[in-house]
């Protein structure tokens, strides 16, 4: 009797182990439609799915993160991206919801810079100032998409050739932007270009992050903590005047982790100025590196965003401009509702000859990391 328990106990096993085997989650790559621009050109959603089933969707319309699904405390997925349900919201967002901002991410005063000695004039598409990279910049145009699983994770590699004076820049510029979801829940984000003319370049990820959920109230209880010791005061029409400044006792002081809210209010002309937080920060590592930039805990949810990256400044944004737009699910997305921290070079770098440079030779090559990493944090202690 004995025997015969454990020999169907032994044919059980044999033939659940190779469905168990078979249910053991691997990372995943779907495409799907997404729809078709004004112009009609075709528009590609890519989902990224990690072991963990933590999922991270792009569209090819301005290589835009459209969603990033993890997890909570409790282990309940939650969307933590602002983001439209379809292309017409994403061809008239104002607001920058996800894309690579190109060529380049926030402001040249007057639109104009000057490389060996020709003056290069681009749209003055904010305050008589040039912003992410003018009319049409990289977030309104189409890449190519190509989802692979490598090494075991889930990646989508996105390419756009920019041509000799789209939006009034020098160079024939090729660039490469591949989006790795690791089984780590790091959103993994490499650029690379190159061009065929001196040019300027200063690319970065436009994506509002809210860790208690995207639309579910204001960021101003996140707390947050940045890598960086100075600043670069703007002037009123945010453009830095060249200064890096100590952020010591100013409410841009993020060295230790500090509530978003509690001093977005104060009456320091850098906040007044910029309706809020919305200035880079200089990064407290050396220039190249891959290091910590900033770190963001969200304590109802749990949830805890670190970002790392080789570049040398970040723009912390509070999402001041958002102004109740619907977003996924019918879901308002009210001032405040979701902040951003764009990695960076600095603003104007191409007019500030002191801030590392923004020059792209031909012959040479552009190369920037970035890592969005989530995790949970249980009481004291933090996951991973
Ligand atoms: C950047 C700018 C802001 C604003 C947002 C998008 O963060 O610095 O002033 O333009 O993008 O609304």
């Known amino acids: 009797m004995r025997f015969l328990i454990s020999l ?42 990690n072991k963990n089933g933590a999922r991270v969707k792009i569209i090819t319309y301005g290589a835009r993160v459209v969603s990033i699904e993890v997890a909570d405390r409790g282990g309940k997925l939650g969307d933590v991206a602002l983001g439209y349900d379809d292309l017409p919201a994403y061809e008239k967002d104002p607001s920058y919801l996800g894309p690579i901002v190109g060529r380049y991410g926030n402001r040249i005063a007057k639109g104009r810079f000057t490389l060996d000695g020709q003056t290069y004039t681009l749209a003055q598409n904010n305050n008589g100032n040039h912003l992410h990279g003018g009319l049409r910049g990289f977030d309104k145009v189409v890449w190519t998409g190509k989802g692979s ?64 959920g995207a639309g579910v109230g204001d960021i101003l209880k996140h707390e947050m903590r940045i890598n960086a010791l100075r600043f670069t005061p703007t002037n009123e029409t945010s453009i830095p005047t060249g200064e890096l400044r100590s952020v010591k006792g100013t409410p841009l002081d993020f060295t230790s982790a500090t509530p978003i809210g509690s001093r977005i209010e104060a009456k320091y002309e850098q906040l007044i100025s910029g309706s809020g937080y919305d200035h880079n920060f200089v990064l407290n590592k050396p220039l190249g590196e891959l290091g910590l930039a900033a770190e963001v805990y969200e304590s109802t949810s749990g949830r805890v965003l670190r970002v790392y990256t080789t570049e040398p400044g970040v723009q912390f944004y509070s999402g001041n401009f958002l102004s109740g737009a619907i977003g996924k699910q019918g879901l308002a997305y009210p001032r405040r509702s979701g902040f951003c921290l764009e990695t960076q070079h600095f ?38």
């Open 8 to 49: 169907s106990f032994a044919l059980i096993l044999c033939v659940a182990a190779p469905l168990l085997v078979g249910a053991v989650p691997a990372a995943r790559v779907d495409k799907h439609a997404f729809g078709k621009t004004a112009d009609g050109l075709s528009v590609d959603a890519y989902t990224l799915t």
């Open 149 to 212: 699983v490598i090494g075991g994770a889930a990646r989508l590699k996105l390419t756009y050739l920019s041509k000799d004076r789209e939006e009034g820049y020098p160079g024939n510029l090729s660039v490469t932007v591949i989006y790795t979801w690791t089984n780590r829940d790091e959103l993994k984000i490499e650029y690379s270009a190159q061009t065929d003319k001196p040019t300027v370049l200063n690319l970065t990820n436009h994506a509002y992050f809210n860790l208690a």
């Open 347 to 384: 603003p104007d770098s191409p007019n500030k000859p002191e801030f590392p440079t923004t020059v792209l030779r031909s012959g040479g090559r552009y190369t920037q990391t970035t890592i969005y990493q989530f995790s949970v944090r249980r009481g004291q202690y933090r996951e991973r």
